[in-house]
């Protein structure tokens, strides 16, 4: 079955500085990758959606200049979290889809804490 | 190997009538917490239930109730009385440790019929 491999799983950083994590798509070409971010209560809000070769569509309230998503080829997308400060402690997961008509698939997560 | 199995990718429910939406897992651990999102159009994904593996009751949140059966490792939504605002994918997931990793099945959309 189709398969996203997200890493890092967990990572601890400075405040200041940047973190990338990657999600790729093992066995499948994913045409849109999505990025959550979790929040209180458990819910994961969506924060981006990007389409290989072109811009990442961010959902309202997000930040594009602080979470940088490059999703450069069909099977790898990047989220980099630049100038990390406490408040963007949180857990992030990806989502891929083949196509339309296909099902999400979901990376394992990233616990980022910025200390 | 899949952690999570949704073998139900689409559904159709009846407006009043409950539903029941079914996930598989597997895991070698003991200690795990099984969840349920809905995703509605939106694509943000909605908290539902949570079913902690030593809870001995099954989980309720409103019209939301998960079927927990530990030794067939099933974690079953039952979605009562549906309402057209039910419609939507919904994602089982579960977590265990110490990975702490996040592993989703493939979803099942939901039509809720008037």
């Known amino acids: 079955g189709a398969v996203v491999s997200q890493h890092p799983s967990r990572v601890i950083c400075k405040s200041g500085t940047s973190v990338k994590i990657e999600c790729r798509s093992l066995d499948f070409q994913a045409t849109t990758m999505f990025w959550y971010r979790q929040f209180p209560k458990q819910s994961l809000m969506l924060m981006a959606t990007s389409n290989e070769g072109s811009k990442a569509t961010y959902e309202q309230g997000v930040e594009k200049d602080k979470f940088l998503i490059n999703h450069a080829s069909l099977t790898l997308s990047t989220l980099t979290v630049t100038s990390a400060h406490p408040e963007d402690s949180s857990f992030y997961i990806c989502?891929?889809?083949?196509?339309?008509?296909?099902?999400?698939?979901f990376g394992s997560g990233t616990r980022l804490t910025v200390v | 190997a899949q952690k999570i199995t949704q073998t139900q990718p689409g559904m159709f429910v009846q407006e009043k009538e409950a539903v029941t939406l079914d996930c598989t897992y597997d895991t070698s651990d003991q200690s795990y917490g099984l969840f349920w999102y809905k995703q509605p159009s939106s694509g943000e994904m909605i908290f539902l239930i949570y079913?902690?593996?030593?809870?001995?009751q099954n989980a309720t949140e409103g019209r939301y109730s998960l079927n927990f059966q530990k030794a067939r490792k099933s974690a079953n939504l039952v979605i009562s009385a549906s309402q057209l605002g039910d419609s939507a994918m919904y994602f089982c997931a579960m977590r265990d440790r110490p990975g702490n990793q996040f592993y989703f099945g493939t979803g099942t959309s939901l039509t809720v019929i008037p």
């Open positions: 989502s891929a889809r083949r196509g339309e008509n296909y099902g999400y698939t």
């Open positions: 079913q902690g593996s030593y809870d001995e």
